[in-house]
T-cell receptor
Framework: DGGITQSPKYLFRKEGQNVTLSCEQN?????MYWYRQDPGQGLRLIYY???????QKGDIAEGYSVSREKKESFPLTVTSAQKNPTAFYLC??????????????FGDGTRLSIL | GESVGLHLPTLSVQEGDNSIINCAYS??????FIWYKQESGKGPQFIID?????DKRQGQRVTVLLNKTVKHLSLQIAATQPGDSAVYFC?????????????FGGGTRLMVKP
């Protein structure tokens, strides 16, 4: 069935290590988004992509990188430059067919912790 | 309402009662609004949306009301059930927004007492 798959569900990072979070969607959506959620807070935008091979920084892009080589995939790398990476990371996608006003749909997240 | 730091506002209701969750949005240029439900350890789930040219929209057991004069959005849940217990977020989309990005509120926790 169609949806957004994030993996792994839990991830641990050592000091100085880069880690990559996977996000795959089979909804044929053009736009994809990465958010960070801290306990008891709303979502903050890290990066977004509206089309293959193009992406834009969100509000908190420092210490993160992304790629968009395929329409269905939008991996997020948390680099060692991100000093406070512990959070719940959410990937979303949205159709851009027709009306601009369409909701984003989310995966079930990856929880990243520091060892 | 909106969250403050780590402590989410909490609404506690009796099973079977109606729930009203409120959200004050920030941008008068926002033209699209969405309510999401987030259960523990999961991603936000779309509930209902509304465009700025409307003031009310109904779904199954849910109604969203939009008051643009005071920049206020509310979600009404009829006959609240234990499965409705979750954190509810509102999101707004500013109209002049090339990436169709959303701005999220801090969330309200709904607890349903059996």
């Amino acid at each position: 069935d169609g949806g957004i798959t994030q993996s792994p569900k839990y991830l641990f990072r050592k000091e100085g290590q880069n880690v990559t979070l996977s996000c795959e969607q089979n909804l044929n959506h053009d736009a994809m988004y990465w958010y960070r959620q801290d306990p008891g807070q709303g979502l903050r935008l890290i990066y977004y992509s509206q089309i293959v091979n193009d992406f834009q920084k969100g509000d908190i892009a420092e210490g993160y990188s992304v790629s968009r080589e395929k329409k269905e995939s939008f991996p997020l790398t948390v680099t060692s430059a991100q000093k406070n990476p512990t959070a719940f990371y959410l990937c979303a996608s949205r159709s851009q067919v027709g009306d601009f006003n369409q909701p984003q749909h989310f995966g079930d997240g990856t929880r990243l912790s520091i060892l | 309402g909106e969250s403050v730091g780590l402590h989410l506002p909490t609404l506690s209701v009796q099973e079977g009662d109606n729930s009203i969750i409120n959200c004050a949005y920030s941008n008068s240029a926002s033209d699209y609004f969405i309510w999401y439900k987030q259960e523990s350890g999961k991603g936000p789930q779309f509930i209902i949306d509304i465009r700025s040219n409307m003031d009310k929209r109904q779904g199954q057991r849910v109604t969203v009301l939009l008051n643009k004069t005071v920049k206020h959005l509310s979600l009404q849940i009829a006959a609240t059930q234990p499965g409705d217990s979750a954190v509810y977020f509102c999101a707004e989309k500013p109209g002049n927004n090339a990436g169709n990005m959303l701005t999220f509120g801090g969330g309200t926790r709904l607890m349903v007492k059996p």
